[in-house]
């Protein structure tokens, strides 16, 4: 993070690859492929989940940023549920890193891993910190 990133605008970059992944997935689960091993497809499944890898690595930690550079109410309860949420990253960036190992991506892996609890979770703690983060933005 470079110093004139406001650290709110990094974990709100960090949400949206991670949604943004989450909707592509879903479209690209309805499309049916059997195994897509790099077309254009392929290669975008592939793009969607390195971000959202690279943002579930982060978006623990640049939270806990955020919540320490403001004047939050309730940043004792924000800071223990971003344990939480650092512990749901990992466990679903392990699924999605999991798909990422594979040589080809079917629509049903994809349709498998938007069904993972893991995945869903941490999304749900997104919307979570996102709502208890936007007063902090409010002037």
Do not use: C, W
């Not at 999991?98 to 997104?126: C, E, F, K, W, Y």
């Amino acid at each position: 993070m470079t110093d004139d990133t406001d650290p709110g605008d990094l974990v709100q970059r960090h949400i949206d690859a991670i949604e943004e992944a989450y909707e592509f997935m879903l479209a690209y689960a309805a499309q049916g492929r059997q195994i897509d091993s790099g077309g254009s497809a392929g290669s975008s499944i592939r793009a969607f989940l390195e971000r959202a890898d690279e943002a579930l690595e982060n978006v623990a930690a640049d939270t806990k940023t955020a919540i320490e550079g403001g004047t939050l109410k309730g940043a004792q309860a924000l800071n223990d549920f971003v344990e939480i949420l650092e512990g749901d990253s990992k466990r679903a960036q392990a699924t999605i890193r999991l798909v990422l190992a594979l040589p080809g991506i079917s629509s049903q892996m994809i349709d498998n891993l938007n069904a993972s609890i893991h995945l869903r979770t941490v999304l749900t703690d997104l919307f979570l910190i996102d709502e208890a983060l936007k007063p902090s933005k409010q002037p």
